[in-house]
C-alpha cells in the first residue's frame, strides 16, 4: 500500500539555522502531498500541501516541492526560529482509497535560541 | 476551512470500561475520519466514518473494540471498549470537504488513559 517514510531521529539546531526534513514516499496512483506540524500540546494543523508533480507548497516561510521523479517532498526553512519547535508529519492522501491520509512517522523539531 | 471540536479532552479510566468520545464539525463535511497516535508514534487510520452506515474499519481494527457512529454530516463518536492500558493513547478526528487535494481538517485530539 502507499507509504510515507520520513529521515529518522529528533533535528536539534540553533536559531536562524537551514532546516531540511526528508520526506519519500510510495504510492501506485498520484497522491497529493501535505505536511503537518504539531506544536507542543496541540492537534494537528497543515502546514503545506501540493497535489500534483512539480508543484511547491510554502507557508510560513517553509517549502515543500512535489518531485515526481525522486518521489519525495523535502521540507525546507531557511531560518528557522525557537517557535518552529514542533513535530512535523509528512502526509499522502490515497486517491484509491477515499483520499485518506498515510503519515510518516514524524520528526521531533528543536530550535536552540 | 472547518474547526473540529472534541470530547472529552482526556480521560483517565479503568481497565474494562468504554469511552465514548464525540467530534462535532462547525461545517458539513464529505469524508471524517478517526485515527490514534500512541505516545511518541505517528497517526494511525482507525476507520472512515461513513454517514448513516457502518464504519470502514483498517486492518488490526474491529467494530466490536471501535464502534463508530455518524448520524449527520457533522457529527461523528467513537467508543473505545473494554479498554486495556494498551487503549492508552489521543484519539483523533478529522474531516475533509472534497476530494484529494482538498485540506483534512483535525481536532485537538483526546488523551486517553487507561490503568
Known amino acids: 500500500g502507499d507509504s510515507v517514510t520520513q529521515m529518522e531521529g529528533p533535528v536539534t539546531l540553533s536559531e536562524e539555522a537551514f532546516l531540511t526534513i526528508n520526506c519519500t514516499y510510495t504510492a501506485t496512483g498520484y497522491p497529493s502531498l501535505f505536511w503537518y506540524v504539531q506544536y507542543p500540546g496541540e492537534g494537528l494543523q497543515l502546514l503545506l500541501k501540493a497535489t500534483k508533480a512539480d508543484d511547491k507548497g510554502s507557508n510560513k516561510g517553509f517549502e515543500a516541492t512535489y518531485r515526481k521523479e525522486t518521489t519525495s517532498f523535502h521540507l525546507e526553512k531557511g531560518s528557522v526560529q525557537v517557535s518552529d519547535s514542533a513535530v512535523y508529519f509528512c502526509?499522502?492522501?490515497?486517491?484509491?482509497?477515499?483520499?485518506?491520509?498515510?503519515f510518516g512517522k514524524g520528526n521531533q523539531v528543536v530550535v536552540i535560541p | 476551512s472547518a474547526v473540529i471540536s472534541q470530547k472529552p479532552s482526556r480521560d483517565i479510566c479503568q481497565r474494562g470500561t468504554s469511552l465514548t468520545i464525540q467530534c462535532q464539525v462547525d461545517s458539513q463535511v464529505t469524508m471524517m475520519f478517526w485515527y490514534r497516535q500512541q505516545p511518541g508514534q505517528s497517526l494511525t487510520l482507525i476507520a472512515t466514518a461513513n454517514q448513516g452506515s457502518e464504519a470502514t474499519y483498517e486492518s488490526g481494527f474491529v467494530i466490536d473494540k471501535f464502534p463508530i457512529s455518524r448520524p449527520n454530516l457533522t457529527f461523528s463518536t467513537l467508543t473505545v471498549s473494554n479498554m486495556s492500558p494498551e487503549d492508552s493513547s489521543i484519539y483523533l478526528c478529522?474531516?475533509?470537504?472534497?476530494?484529494?487535494?482538498?485540506?483534512?481538517?483535525f481536532g485537538p485530539g483526546t488523551r486517553l488513559t487507561v490503568l
Open positions: 478529522s474531516g475533509r470537504m472534497g476530494g484529494r487535494g482538498d485540506t483534512q481538517y
Open positions: 502526509a499522502l492522501s490515497d486517491p484509491y482509497g477515499n483520499n485518506r491520509l498515510a
